[in-house]
């Protein structure tokens, strides 16, 4: 698993030798190993016990869409050229005329694109930079624009992205690294004191979480809600073991949130796309602590941060759907989610990201659609989280389960038995769910539907003598009847 900045770089470096297709894996720095007082899982693809496998949430492939560097009206691009290019001068990527760029990316483009990917049932993640490379502040005002405008743009953005997507902080600026003491940027500028390398000694947890607290609160100030962050770069290189303590307290600190989750890394190659499972703690009660790494699996192909490189959206997927990253992804069965940066679909204006990306949205939709499903980042760190930590009992024709957390669309394959070589037939299921702390059961009677494609909450499907099972998970304890 890479850390994303230096997996886009070399990504980048590879453009110009590779057409289509996915990156080779390389020699890059991967995930520091988890400290030893941690325990961290890589969420195992089945969860097999006494004949019972826990699939893909109703069978079909998780899909979801990672989108970085965005929040309300400021283009990234234009505003962190300048900043990165004097903290690392010299640097060649930096040499960009971004005066002539534009310093607005509009609410019309983020209304067309929200109300389309609504309309094509796209989710993902969307970051809101709380103090946008240090312009103004989301919560207060953005120079350039009046308070008016800066408040219709948050409502936008609740009202278009918010039921479709998780909304994290990409650090406080994504460029400076501000004194939360103050509330300004650190005076030096240098690599050292700017978010994407920060911080370069070592923090502890509470310094840490101290910090993705401070943008927390100004997403909270804005009404948005967050379960999770997204590091901007390299932010917590040198305290990897850290991080995921950090993201833990501070999300749980300012919105209660009962699963915190964060994006940093990027799974390349054959590595497995699959959420993990980190700094789980009290693993032996009912409410176990755990923050979950959910990674992209792609590179950022449809224009880049900057908004100017050249898109190649059939990197992804091209026109139908039979060779791409995507496309690899979803043949393998993993969670297949794709990143890129708020300017790259903007394109400065041309859109030609948007336009590629709507592209690669309808060639999926042709050939996988009734074999996909599109979800939120946090939604597939849950699936996962209760595939991985649900106990599951089986004795004659009743399965049990416990579950510390909860999840939709919980699909579970019940294997018949044999006894004497003779299988014995599974019947119609019936769902019993008790939760934590209640004494009394819910019962549901499940309906069967005949083929899997149509297999949704509240239904059962027969695959020969399998019995496939799917309802929404409660945080207790369930009991199968079949």
């Known amino acids: 698993m890479f850390d994303r900045r230096e997996f886009l770089k070399a990504s980048s470096l590879a453009t110009a030798s590779l057409a289509t297709g996915s990156l080779a894996t390389g020699s890059l720095a991967g995930a520091a190993e988890p400290a030893t007082q941690l325990q961290t899982k890589l969420a195992a693809p089945d969860n097999a016990v006494n004949d019972t496998v826990v699939e893909l949430p109703r069978l079909r492939v998780p899909l979801s869409f ?28 930096y040499d960009r005329p971004w005066q002539s760029w534009p310093a607005e990316i509009p609410d019309d483009f983020l209304r067309r694109f929200g109300t389309w990917c609504a309309e094509q049932n796209v989710r993902g993640k969307f970051s809101m930079v709380p103090y946008p490379a240090c312009v103004g502040w989301l919560d207060r005002e953005i120079p350039g624009w009046s308070r008016q405008a800066l408040q219709a743009s948050l409502k936008l953005v609740r009202d278009v992205i918010v039921p479709n997507w998780d909304i994290h902080p990409e650090m406080i600026t994504h460029t400076r690294v501000i004194d939360i003491k103050t509330g300004r940027p650190i005076a030096e500028i240098n690599p050292g004191t700017m978010e994407n390398s920060f911080p370069q000694v070592d923090k502890s947890v509470d310094e840490l ?21 997204t590091t901007p770069g390299g932010f917590g290189n040198k305290v990897k073991d850290k991080l995921p303590l950090a993201v833990f307290e501070a999300v749980r600190d300012v919105y209660g949130s009962e699963l915190p989750h964060y994006f940093k890394y990027v799974s390349d190659g054959d590595e497995p796309t699959i959420p993990r499972l980190e700094a789980l703690r009290d693993l032996n009660s009912d409410q176990p602590r755990v923050t979950v790494n959910v990674p992209a699996g792609t590179g950022d192909w449809f224009g880049g941060w900057d908004g100017v490189r050249v898109s190649e959206g ?3 997927a091209n026109h139908d759907a039979t060779s791409g990253r995507m496309v690899e992804l979803i043949e393998r069965g993993q969670p297949a989610v794709m990143l890129c940066h708020w300017p790259g679909l903007y394109g400065n204006g041309s859109e030609v990201g948007f336009q590629h990306f709507q592209s690669v949205v309808l060639a999926l939709a042709s050939r996988f659609g009734d074999k996909t499903r599109w979800m939120k980042i946090s939604d597939i760190g849950r699936y996962w989280t209760a595939k991985e930590l649900t106990t599951i009992t089986r004795q004659e024709k009743q399965v049990r389960l416990n579950a510390p957390f909860g999840c939709a669309d919980f699909t579970l394959r019940i294997r018949a038995k044999k006894v004497d070589g003779v299988v014995q037939p599974l019947g119609r299921p019936t769902v019993q769910s008790q939760p934590f702390g209640r004494d009394t059961r819910d019962r549901l009677a499940l309906k069967q539907v005949p083929k899997a494609e149509r297999l949704e909450p509240g239904h059962y499907w027969m695959d020969g003598t399998d019995l496939v099972v799917c309802w929404n998970l409660i945080r207790g304890q369930t009991v199968i009847e079949t």
């Open 314 to 316: 059939p990197r992804y």
């Open 66 to 93: 990672i989108i970085d560097d965005s929040t309300s009206l400021v283009n990234m691009g234009r505003f962190c050229m300048p900043q990165f290019a004097e903290a690392w001068p010299g640097r060649e990527e």
């Open 209 to 229: 979480a101290s910090y993705l607290a401070y943008a927390l609160r100004i997403l909270k100030n804005c009404d948005l809600p967050c379960e999770g962050i």
